[in-house]
């Protein structure tokens, strides 16, 4: 099908993949009963909501991109659809390319403070959007949330200590534990009618003397689990009642899909708070994660003392200018990019899940509830992890990430990243029928 400007007859669109067409226009535009002249003399009214086109396929090969430059290295071959890493292939969005291009019209890209909106319009974002009402004096800058994981665990840890994860998780998590010299403590998440689970039973078993942090992936990654008041709660009195520090990570807490709530962990009692520290970012939300822009936000004030001493003295508590530039146009402007990409998203799943469904039966996915990663189950393929990785990427052309990374419960499961064009999708699901249903 021709580009909607071709088939109103518009101008080309400098800004490309992203269509700036507002619905009135389109509604406007397509009316078979306005005559062509009227059309002509006719402009978009100001406040209209824009369409973007998460359609457009993006060559990413000679950008640097992850996704593309290691998949020799992980598949034994570059030809693979590379669904892993957890950025998207959609456009960064215009918004905040301009924000950047803005920027660099100054000749000079000097030593740079953020500017006096930056924290300001955090702070409302996650109001607005958490119903969070956050101090200035509790949130500063972080370059990336885990390198402010592993400043956590330095700065609020002892070599020896204990520190909890609940895998399968995001597997970074493992590595800023052994590699800062700590003890590495699994609580394995339940599965229970098809969803992750806290298994708070397991927790109390594993607490020890030796105990003082616990890592949270919230929202989950990789099962796209919302946790629930409920269970944060819960949570949150068992660590109060050991003097355990929680680090909660939120970076996908802007790509919660419809029907569900992120609640931020030091929001549900008074004893999360004191014991907290939760890491947000705009990077994953408008694929903007090179960028490198994070914030920390800490109510209690010895623990927020400890962990900026540690920035301070290791030099770590600066952004560079197009993070702050980048952040500031993706939170004034981003609402409603982010809730059509997030519809998009949703299509992804369901088609997903319904192709999986109907043509392969074997694989079951764990239906997120938020961000963009599908955890699948392929144990009724009948083959262990390593086979089944390689049988996804040699004979499906699939680069998907092995379950195992993510820890126990990872055994005969892959993730998949759907954030893409869903003709690309499409694709990666017929090779996939086809390897499968091989003779």
């Known amino acids: 099908m021709p580009a909607l400007e071709n088939r109103l007859n518009l101008p080309p669109n400098p800004l490309r ?4 067409i507002t619905y009135e226009y389109f509604n406007y535009m397509t009316d078979t009963n306005i005559n062509l002249e009227d059309k002509a003399n006719f402009s978009s009214p100001l406040g209209a ?3 973007y086109d998460f359609d457009e396929i993006i060559d990413r090969h000679n950008t640097g991109a992850v996704k593309i430059e290691r998949c020799k290295a992980l598949y034994g071959t570059d030809d693979v659809l590379p669904l892993w890493v957890a950025d998207m292939d959609f456009r960064t969005p215009d918004f905040i390319i301009e924000a950047i291009r803005e920027r660099c019209e100054h000749p000079i890209l000097g ?3 953020p500017p006096k909106e930056f924290y300001p319009t955090v702070i409302e974002w996650i109001s607005e959007h958490h119903q969070w009402n956050i101090d200035r004096q509790w949130i500063g800058f972080l ?9 956590s665990v ?6 020896g200590d204990e520190v909890i994860v609940q ?4 597997y970074p998590f493992f590595h800023v534990i052994k590699n800062n010299n700590r003890v590495l403590v699994n609580n394995p998440l339940k599965t229970v009618n098809g969803k992750f689970e806290m298994d708070f039973e397991d927790l109390e078993q594993k607490i020890t003397s030796k105990t003082k942090l616990f890592i949270l992936c919230s929202p989950h990654n990789p099962g ?3 946790w629930n008041a409920e269970s944060l709660k819960r949570l949150a009195e068992i660590c109060s009642k050991h003097n355990i520090t929680v680090v909660s990570d939120e970076i996908h807490a802007d790509m919660v899909l419809e029907g569900y709530k992120h609640i931020p962990f030091a929001t549900v009692s008074e004893e999360a708070a004191k014991i907290s520290l939760t890491f947000m970012a705009p990077s994953k939300t408008f694929n903007m994660p090179g960028l490198i822009s994070s914030s920390y936000i800490i109510t209690n004030k010895e623990i927020r003392t400890k962990f900026v001493d540690f920035l301070e003295s290791s030099e770590l508590t600066g952004g560079n200018i197009f993070a702050y530039a980048a952040t500031v146009a993706a939170f004034e402007k981003g609402n409603d990019w982010r809730k059509q990409m997030l519809e998009y998203v949703q299509g992804n799943i369901d088609f997903v899940v319904d192709f999986l469904k109907t043509n392969i039966p074997q694989i079951t996915p764990m239906i997120p509830e938020a961000s963009f990663l599908v955890w699948l189950n392929c144990q009724e393929l009948g083959m262990e992890t390593d086979d089944l990785f390689d049988f996804f990427a040699q004979k499906a052309g699939l ?5 195992t990374i993510f820890g126990p419960g990872g055994e005969y499961h892959l993730r998949l990243n759907v954030a893409c064009p869903r003709s690309i999708l499409q694709k990666a699901m017929k090779q996939l029928k086809d390897a499968v249903t091989a003779p």
């Open 167 to 170: 895998p399968p998780v995001y």
């Open 154 to 159: 330095q700065s609020l840890t002892s070599p």
């Open 49 to 51: 909501r824009d369409l």
């Open 143 to 151: 370059p990336g949330i885990v390198p402010g994981l592993s400043f």
């Open 399 to 403: 680069g998907l990430n092995k379950g």
């Open 17 to 20: 993949g992203i269509k700036k």
């Open 111 to 113: 030593y740079s403070m």
């Open 224 to 226: 796209g689990k919302v």
